[in-house]
């Protein structure tokens, strides 16, 4: 069984203001279980994938394997087989490993997708992982084939990958892919499988597009500020910045909680690969920026802007715990440890879901912008739950529980 570092004491956890119980609380077998409870059950729609759920988080609603979120279910899966290689657990690993390859099954042919931008999110929470675990070179291939995949949605004059075709909200439109070239600062997140893709292969032109991509969004989706923009509109002529909006915040000039989390996890990840400086610093901003939103607390709420009393986003809170936990890994340090225990505290508290859920977290928010063609709010979600479930194994990781 692989090992994380000797763990810490309850003296040295505290004294970075970290809270053994918290920690010991996010590695409760009860929230593996619930994952595996709805593992264990075939879909009423052969190879569909939860996404979010019903207000009372009682039953998934599904979605097809091209769906962006599709990904992380049999991540969270691989999550477990992951933790149960770094920890004694009550399950049987070959169980756990046979239900992770089952799921991850039906979104392989996603490798070939070549429509969506969010290709890192279908493939690597699981092939990355079933690789690191398994050294499953089929994995490795499907990587690859993934990365060329998104490799077709970059341009040279924008200097950035595409993120969206086109989009529609109730307040614009954008439709043509030959005035309006659209990038999303989720896109950070799906790099790291072309940063995996160069590892694999030895070809350094993957790596070199995300650096590229990476370089135009520190350039153009940051605030003065540190805040960040949802959606940035390039002309794809010119490659010149048109306009900064929303699609899922509040307003335009507002920030959305989950995108300023994607911001700060997906610049420390590329400085995870690139080792430039800049990176870092990027990642260290949006943090910093994100956990001057944060109350004491610990409470993050949808948008940072939004009027209060307003509901809650889980997903951004995980993301950003996780994230944070990634810098003081790739640091050597704990500058986010009192940071993430707050934002832990909170979500152990009051947003945990009963026994009987098909979910570990509840208060997430899909979309809850004013002029969304659908409004999702204190639901289930499902990404909310992998990066929960990724937490707990950085803080394996990091000796901290």
């Given at each position: 069984?692989?090992?994380?570092?000797?763990?810490l004491?309850?003296?040295?956890?505290k004294?970075?203001?970290?809270?053994?119980d918290?920690?010991?609380a996010?590695l409760?077998?009860?929230?593996?279980?619930?994952v595996?409870n709805?593992?264990?059950?075939?879909?009423?729609?052969?190879n569909t994938?939860?996404?979010?759920?019903?207000?009372?988080?009682?039953?998934?609603?599904?979605?097809?394997?091209?769906?962006w979120?599709?990904?992380?279910?049999?991540?969270?899966?691989?999550?477990?087989c992951?933790?149960?290689?770094?920890?004694?657990?009550p399950?049987?690993?070959?169980d756990?490993?046979?239900?992770?390859?089952?799921?991850?099954?039906?979104?392989?042919e996603?490798?070939?997708?070549?429509?969506?931008?969010?290709?890192?999110?279908?493939?690597?929470?699981?092939?990355?992982?079933?690789?690191?675990?398994?050294?499953?070179?089929?994995s490795?291939?499907?990587?690859?084939?993934?990365?060329?995949?998104?490799?077709?949605?970059?341009?040279?004059t924008?200097?950035?990958?595409r993120?969206?075709?086109?989009?529609?909200?109730?307040?614009y439109?954008f439709?043509?892919?030959?005035?309006?070239?659209?990038?999303?600062?989720?896109?950070?997140m799906?790099?790291?499988?072309?940063?995996?893709?160069?590892?694999?292969?030895?070809n350094?032109?993957?790596?070199?597009?995300?650096?590229?991509h990476?370089?135009?969004?520190?350039?153009?989706?940051?605030?003065?500020?540190?805040s960040?923009?949802h959606?940035?509109?390039?002309?794809?002529v010119?490659?010149?910045?048109?306009?900064?909006l929303?699609h899922?915040?509040l307003?335009n000039?507002?920030?959305?909680?989950?995108?300023q989390?994607?911001?700060?996890?997906?610049?420390?990840?590329?400085?995870?690969?690139?080792?430039?400086?800049?990176?870092?610093?990027?990642?260290?901003?949006?943090?910093?920026?994100f956990?001057s939103?944060?109350?004491?607390?610990?409470?993050?709420?949808?948008?940072?802007?939004?009027p209060r009393?307003?509901?809650?986003?889980?997903?951004?809170?995980?993301?950003a715990?996780?994230g944070?936990?990634?810098?003081?890994?790739?640091?050597?340090?704990m500058?986010y440890?009192a940071?993430?225990?707050?934002?832990?505290?909170?979500?152990?508290k009051?947003?945990?879901?009963?026994?009987?859920?098909?979910?570990i977290?509840?208060?997430a928010?899909?979309?809850?912008?004013?002029?969304a063609?659908?409004?999702?709010?204190?639901?289930?979600?499902?990404?909310?739950?992998?990066?929960?479930?990724e937490?707990?194994?950085?803080?394996?990781?990091?000796g901290?529980?």
């Amino acid at each position: 069984m692989t090992q994380g570092r000797s763990p810490l004491s309850a003296d040295e956890i505290k004294k970075h203001g970290g809270d053994p119980d918290v920690f010991k609380a996010v590695l409760d077998n009860g929230a593996v279980d619930k994952v595996l409870n709805v593992a264990r059950q075939a879909p009423a729609k052969p190879n569909t994938f939860p996404h979010c759920t019903d207000v009372g988080v009682h039953a998934y609603e599904f979605e097809p394997p091209t769906w962006w979120t599709s990904g992380f279910f049999p991540g969270s899966l691989w999550a477990i087989c992951e933790r149960a290689s770094k920890r004694d657990l009550p399950y049987d690993k070959t169980d756990l490993t046979t239900l992770a390859r089952q799921w991850q099954k039906g979104i392989e042919e996603q490798q070939y997708n070549k429509e969506t931008h969010d290709i890192g999110f279908l493939i690597m929470p699981s092939y990355q992982r079933e690789l690191d675990i398994t050294g499953n070179k089929a994995s490795a291939d499907v990587i690859v084939n993934a990365a060329e995949s998104l490799l077709t949605r970059w341009d040279d004059t924008v200097c950035a990958i595409r993120s969206w075709n086109k989009t529609k909200t109730h307040l614009y439109h954008f439709d043509s892919k030959d005035t309006d070239y659209l990038v999303i600062i989720d896109n950070m997140m799906n790099l790291d499988l072309l940063y995996s893709a160069s590892l694999i292969t030895g070809n350094s032109k993957y790596a070199d597009i995300a650096t590229k991509h990476s370089e135009t969004t520190l350039q153009h989706h940051f605030r003065p500020d540190d805040s960040t923009y949802h959606l940035i509109v390039y002309n794809p002529v010119t490659g010149t910045r048109k306009i900064g909006l929303t699609h899922q915040g509040l307003n335009n000039e507002s920030t959305w909680s989950r995108g300023q989390a994607w911001a700060l996890y997906g610049f420390a990840t590329v400085y995870k690969y690139t080792k430039d400086i800049k990176f870092l610093e990027a990642a260290k901003k949006a943090a910093n920026y994100f956990m001057s939103r944060v109350g004491d607390d610990g409470i993050v709420y949808w948008d940072f802007d939004a009027p209060r009393p307003c509901v809650w986003d889980t997903s951004a809170a995980m993301i950003a715990c996780s994230g944070m936990l990634l810098i003081c890994e790739l640091e050597g340090s704990m500058e986010y440890l009192a940071s993430v225990t707050s934002i832990l505290r909170a979500c152990l508290k009051d947003a945990m879901t009963p026994d009987n859920a098909c979910c570990i977290l509840d208060k997430a928010t899909v979309n809850n912008h004013e002029f969304a063609a659908r409004r999702i709010a204190d639901t289930g979600l499902v990404y909310a739950d992998y990066y929960f479930l990724e937490i707990g194994n950085r803080l394996i990781d990091m000796g901290l529980a």
